[in-house]
């Protein structure tokens, strides 16, 4: 596999974030134009009811600040995961949402759990494991961009501040984790010059026999120039001693 087989852009890279991000709006645009409250379908930890919130609770914001908040680095995260981890993005969405949503259930505070936070960590804690463990430049860059954008983020998968689902936020950053770890995807081999191969000769290279051994540079003398003689054709005619005969 080839790094432009690999890393090409495709429909998705669009697709997907536009239908996450428009799903979330719609979701509480609804809400306010019928006057009602959807909490009752967030996570609700420790009850069989609320097990039907990690399917719910990642489209249900409990107001504007927190919408506008996830909805840049829903967009961003999910437009990276499908272009650069195209083959096994549905798979990193779906059990990604299942293993936060039920930690999340299982470790969480007895009150209703709502938003895309989860999701986001999971993205974000994907991707910069992911590009760690496969050890390729381009998705190691993404994953120090990654923690140089949302870095700031890892404090909140800790009770530093109440009203905020931080069980959600590590239950999403564990299954990153877990999904980086266990997920495979093939990776396309790094290109590397012939001075990097381990084979190679430094003596046999034309380059390198331009300079001394001190590393001052060696005027050689030009090459013979053979002429090149072209294509010689050579006619050898014989003559038609019969008569021409018209019938």
């Known amino acids: 596999m080839s790094e432009n087989t690999y890393f090409k852009f495709t429909n998705s890279v669009i697709i997907a974030p ?5 799903t979330i709006w719609a979701v ?3 809400e306010l134009r019928f006057k009602i409250n959807l909490n009752d379908y967030g996570i609700y930890p420790q009850r069989v009811s609320g ?6 609770s990642p489209f249900i914001h409990g107001s504007l600040e927190h919408l506008y908040n996830n909805t840049i680095p829903l967009a961003i995260l999910t437009a990276s995961l499908f272009y650069f981890y195209r083959s096994i993005a549905l798979r990193v969405l779906l059990i990604g949402i299942l293993i936060s949503g039920l ?7 007895p009150s209703y759990h709502i938003g895309a936070s989860g999701v986001i960590y999971l993205l974000a804690s994907f991707i910069f494991f992911k590009g760690i463990f496969t050890k390729h430049y381009r998705l190691v860059a993404l994953s120090l961009i990654v923690v140089f954008i949302y870095g700031s983020m890892l404090w909140y998968i800790f009770p530093v501040e109440d009203g905020i689902s931080w069980e959600g936020h590590l239950g999403g950053f564990l299954g990153g984790l877990l999904l980086a ?6 990776v396309p081999p790094v290109k590397k010059y012939d001075w990097e191969k381990e084979d190679y000769d430094e003596e046999a ?8 051994e001190n590393g001052n540079f060696i005027e050689l003398p030009p090459e013979e120039v053979v002429p090149d003689k072209g294509i010689q054709i050579t006619y050898h005619y014989k003559e038609n001693k019969d008569n021409d005969v018209v019938e």
Do not use: N, P
């Open 51 to 56: 097990l039907k919130g990690i399917i719910f």
């Open 28 to 30: 509480f645009w609804v």
């Open 18 to 22: 536009m239908l996450a991000v428009i």
């Open 205 to 212: 290279d034309a380059f390198l026999r331009q300079f001394d």
């Open 103 to 109: 930690f999340t259930w299982a470790m969480g505070r």
């Open 181 to 186: 770890f266990t997920l495979k995807t093939e």
